[in-house]
């Protein structure tokens, strides 16, 4: 009686789980509510974009180099493509060809060219300074208010960016590491391009892999006819202002050809720094030099910006003049150089992303309301 007793409420009562132990047990950190669970894997995913945000904003600088790389690469790609066309060899072969010819161009400015260069760029800073300086007084004498002192000012803080251009031009200023890092990841950008984009790939949804694949081939070709672009552009604009001013005997013709050639990599900005220096050039040798450089930058810039852009543009981004001067501006005052640079680029990547966006919401609206 005692035992039936005893084990009466032991039955009543519902038996008790045993506690799991190792990694199936509960720990603190676990949430039993499904609804509080959800909101906190969702606040979690806002914590780590913001995170991320002001990851990628401290981490600016080498994401720019990366990016730098990569627009390297695409000019190194380009040019394996197009000997493609011509010489049915292993890709490797041919990126190794495209960096062997540019290392022998280099090499074959510096030894007939560097001397004479660096000569003339230690040259230009004073005829600038003294043909400004000109122009500041001859306004004076025709009534405008110019007050000399700051012009000089002015005159002396142009005359310290012209001398940095130049130095760098005759090899004063070379090995910079940010250049050689961006040279380094182009190389290995343009070896093996699918090597890269498969490892983005991976880390990507499986969903998205497939448009990830396509928005990344858009760029890729985007980013090769835009370099490729403004590679003639360069080539175009610094052989002939060379040719031009040299045969109306302009002195540093070569000097002028070169960095009219090196500033035409900057759109909207490069050509009228480059139209000023040969102008104030040539008006050192008086009126008729003067207006014949004028001439000459007239012709040079019709010929780029009429034919030799259009016909890229029509294969390429074609983007808003302004759009791409505001974005010079802002990257030009964050980041220098290379981000005066990189900022036109840049802009086409986006404008790519956008537009491949804005396609994948139509198609899915598309195929909601079919």
Known sequence: MTEAASESPA???????????????????????????HEAKRAFV??????????????AQPLLVIFGGMVFAAMIDGGARLLGRVLPIHRGIRVTLVLLGT???????????????????????????????????????????????????????AIGGVRQVTSAVGGVIGGLTTAFLIVVLGIYFAAEPQLYRRGFSWMLPREERDSFD?????????????MFGRLVGMLVEGVGTWIMLALYGVPMAGLLG???????????????ISGLLMVLVGFS????????????????????????????????????PALVLGAQLIMGALFGIIGLMLADPLVAM?????????????DHEAEVRG
């Open 11 to 37: 039955k009543g009562r519902r038996a008790r789980k045993p506690v799991p132990k190792g990694p199936a047990a509960v720990g603190p950190t676990d949430i039993s509510d499904p609804l509080l669970r």
């Open 46 to 59: 806002w914590i780590g974009m913001v995170g991320l945000a002001a990851l990628v904003v401290v981490l």
């Open 103 to 157: 290392v022998a161009f280099l090499t074959w400015t510096a030894m007939f060219a560097g001397s004479q260069i660096a000569a003339q760029a230690s040259e230009l800073p004073a005829i600038v300074q003294t043909q400004t300086l000109k122009a500041a007084a001859w306004l004076e004498s025709h009534g405008f208010r110019i007050n000399m002192d700051n012009v000089q000012g002015l005159v002396e803080q």
């Open 214 to 226: 396509v928005t990344a081939a858009q760029m890729g070709r985007t980013l090769r006819m835009l």
């Open 258 to 272: 070169l960095l009219t050639g090196l500033l035409a990599f900057l759109p909207n900005i490069g050509a009228p």
């Open 285 to 320: 040798g008086g009126w008729e030099m003067g207006l014949y450089c004028v001439f000459v930058y007239v012709v040079v810039q019709t010929v780029d910006g009429n034919i030799i852009v259009p016909m890229i543009a029509k294969k390429t981004a074609d983007l808003a």
């Open 350 to 362: 986006l404008k790519v992303a956008l537009e491949r966006q804005s396609q994948r919401n139509e």
